[in-house]
Nanobody, 123 residues
Framework: QVQFVESGGGLVQPGGSLRLSCAAS????????MGWYRQAPGKQRELVAT???????NYAASVKGRFTISRDNAKNTVYLQMGSLSPEDTAVYFC?????????????????WGQGTLVTVSS
């Protein structure tokens, strides 16, 4: 089973940007859908963005227009470009996979989570 390692998190000031990476241990070209998720302290894990095998993207309303998800099958990596960050974006960010977009909408239905990468937005 393909495993994922998230990286790129850190401390950033409000209004700043970060790019997160999700590196897979194997090929992602055959993976139907990939998603980024986040979990803020004391809150449930939530879906942030998804990308299908055909590159079709969707975003949570809270990040639409500020975040961009992309995938590089040649590098077996999925990215999350984040901009106009606010303290409300502070969370541990994770990636995961599924056979289709429908299978990754609910993070409670997924397993095999990585360690995630912490994003802290603070002045």
């Amino acid at each position: 089973q393909v495993q994922f390692v998230e990286s790129g998190g850190g401390l950033v000031q409000p209004g700043g940007s970060l790019r997160l990476s999700c590196a897979a241990s194997g090929s992602i070209s055959s993976i139907g859908a990939m998603g980024w998720y986040r979990q803020a302290p004391g809150k449930q894990r939530e879906l942030v963005a998804t990308i299908s095998a055909y590159g079709i993207t969707n975003y949570a309303a809270s990040v639409k227009g500020r975040f961009t998800i992309s995938r590089d099958n040649a590098k077996n990596t999925v990215y999350l470009q984040m901009g106009s960050l606010s303290p409300e974006d502070t969370a541990v960010y994770f990636c995961n996979r599924g056979s289709s977009i429908a299978t990754i909408l609910d993070p409670r239905a997924l397993d095999a989570w990585g360690q995630g990468t912490l994003v802290t937005v603070s002045s």
